[in-house]
């Protein structure tokens, strides 16, 4: 969202970006754009999703704007109907195919009312853009809608160097189910050359605790939580290759461009990732990734074998990343934002 809005900004749009007040929450800091945290009584679940929606469509609705741009659907339907009653451009962004993440289409209920907004709101929209050409292909064949392709990449900018003090394996990002975390955990029991750092936090990180715990992992995996963008840009380079890892349930995951998937080779390090059809497209440009087709504890494990095995396959994934900067980075990406909002708001 920050590249977003510095992006808009800079081509002369005033952005407010609007997100959650959490307990957790870290101090704000001064940004070129104006920041706005909605506070709830509820954290997650049913109440807090209705809760959200009914304060940020006041919030809203109150506010003078051109456009609204809803990043992804568990915000679109009050951006949408104050859209309507108030004239506005309706933007909509979706970083997820949300109807098709684990943790909804798992639970029957959940999936069928997200379900019901999406089927209710997209057909109607006019100005939609995604993060791949995967998730643009499944909103063309469900609604007709015409779904601009802008990846979610970093900007490309000179990587620091140092040597960390001992080597590791780097996940960076939510702890959420269906990203492999678990099964990676597992992979270490038979791992003893090097350690797994994973940065971030999210609704499975005591599960994440508990299987370290049980299987006695607590020198080989270590949970650093969340840390500053700034931060993990120093520390990522640093890693000897990153793991952007996801199940097979639902099309999102299928589908995905993972942030971090492009983080890390703009860190300029080699990754394990999945063999969907986005990173395998990808790779046959580029080859940044040592690909996987399953999502099992001895799967992980024996693609972490064959990296530390195999120094020539990894020096030659690393220089790849390289070539895969040059090519894909926020300062090409944005120029397609600002054209997409350019016609959006003629």
Same mark, same amino acid.
Not at 203 to 227: A, T, Y
Not at 293 to 319: P, V
């Given at each position: 969202?920050?590249?977003?809005?510095?992006?808009?900004?800079?081509?002369?749009?005033?952005?407010?970006?609007?997100?959650?007040?959490?307990?957790?929450?870290?101090?704000?800091?001064?940004?070129?754009?104006?920041?706005?945290?909605?506070?709830?009584?509820?954290?997650?679940?049913?109440?807090?999703?209705?809760?959200?929606?009914?304060?940020?469509?006041? /919030?809203? @609705?109150?506010? =003078?704007?051109?456009?609204?741009?809803?990043?992804?659907?568990? %915000?679109? *339907?009050?951006?949408? #109907?104050? /859209?309507? @009653?108030?004239? =506005?451009?309706?933007?909509?962004?979706?970083?997820?195919?949300? %109807?098709? *993440?684990?943790?909804? #289409?798992?639970?029957?209920?959940?999936? =069928?009312?997200?379900?019901?907004?999406?089927?209710?709101?997209?057909?109607? *929209?006019?100005?939609?853009?995604?993060?791949?050409?995967?998730?643009?292909?499944?909103?063309?064949?469900?609604?007709?809608?015409?779904?601009?392709?802008?990846?979610?990449?970093?900007?490309?900018?000179?990587?620091?160097?140092?040597?960390?003090?001992?080597?590791?394996?780097?996940?960076?990002?939510?702890?959420?189910?269906?990203?492999?975390?678990?099964?990676?955990?597992?992979?270490?029991?038979?791992?003893?050359?090097?350690?797994?750092?994973?940065?971030?936090?999210?609704?499975?990180?005591?599960?994440?605790?508990?299987?370290?715990?049980?299987?006695?992992?607590?020198?080989?995996?270590?949970?650093?939580?969340?840390?500053?963008?700034?931060?993990?840009?120093?520390?990522?380079?640093?890693?000897?290759?990153?793991?952007?890892?996801?199940?097979?349930?639902?099309?999102?995951?299928?589908?995905?461009?993972?942030?971090?998937?492009?983080?890390?080779?703009?860190?300029?390090?080699?990754?394990?990732?999945?063999?969907?059809?986005?990173?395998?497209?990808?790779?046959?440009?580029?080859?940044?990734?040592?690909?996987?087709?399953?999502?099992?504890?001895?799967?992980?494990?024996?693609?972490?074998?064959?990296?530390?095995?195999?120094?020539?396959?990894?020096?030659?994934?690393?220089?790849?990343?390289?070539?895969?900067?040059?090519?894909?980075?926020?300062?090409?990406?944005?120029?397609?934002?600002?054209?997409?909002?350019?016609?959006?708001?003629?």
């Amino acid at each position: 969202m920050e590249r977003i809005c510095i992006a808009l900004n800079d081509a002369g749009y005033e952005c407010v970006l609007v997100g959650r007040l959490r307990s957790s929450s870290k101090e704000l800091n001064q940004k070129s754009y104006e920041q706005i945290r909605i506070p709830c009584l509820f954290d997650r679940g049913k109440l807090f999703y209705i809760e959200y929606n009914f304060k940020l469509f006041w /919030s809203l @609705l109150f506010r =003078k704007s051109d456009a609204l741009c809803a990043i992804d659907l568990d %915000t679109l *339907l009050p951006a949408y #109907i104050v /859209s309507k @009653l108030s004239s =506005k451009v309706i933007i909509y962004d979706s970083h997820e195919y949300f %109807t098709e *993440l684990e943790e909804v #289409i798992t639970r029957p209920f959940v999936h =069928k009312i997200w379900s019901i907004i999406e089927r209710a709101i997209v057909p109607k *929209l006019k100005h939609c853009y995604t993060i791949s050409s995967g998730y643009a292909g499944l909103f063309k064949t469900a609604y007709d809608g015409n779904f601009e392709v802008i990846r979610n990449v970093p900007l490309k900018r000179e990587i620091q160097y140092s040597k960390p003090p001992s080597p590791f394996i780097i996940y960076q990002g939510a702890l959420n189910i269906g990203r492999g975390l678990e099964e990676s955990i597992l992979a270490m029991r038979e791992i003893d050359s090097i350690q797994l750092r994973i940065y971030g936090d999210g609704p499975i990180r005591e599960k994440l605790e508990g299987i370290i715990d049980s299987n006695n992992l607590s020198d080989k995996v270590k949970l650093h939580g969340s840390i500053s963008p700034e931060q993990l840009r120093l520390i990522t380079p640093q890693a000897r290759f990153g793991l952007t890892l996801f199940s097979k349930t639902g099309m999102h995951h299928l589908h995905s461009m993972a942030n971090r998937f492009f983080d890390y080779f703009h860190a300029d390090i080699p990754q394990i990732a999945m063999g969907f059809p986005e990173y395998e497209s990808f790779n046959r440009e580029h080859e940044v990734a040592h690909l996987v087709d399953d999502l099992t504890a001895d799967t992980i494990s024996e693609a972490i074998k064959h990296l530390l095995q195999n120094e020539g396959e990894l020096t030659r994934l690393k220089n790849n990343c390289s070539s895969a900067r040059d090519a894909c980075n926020w300062q090409e990406e944005s120029l397609k934002l600002v054209k997409f909002y350019n016609e959006a708001l003629k």
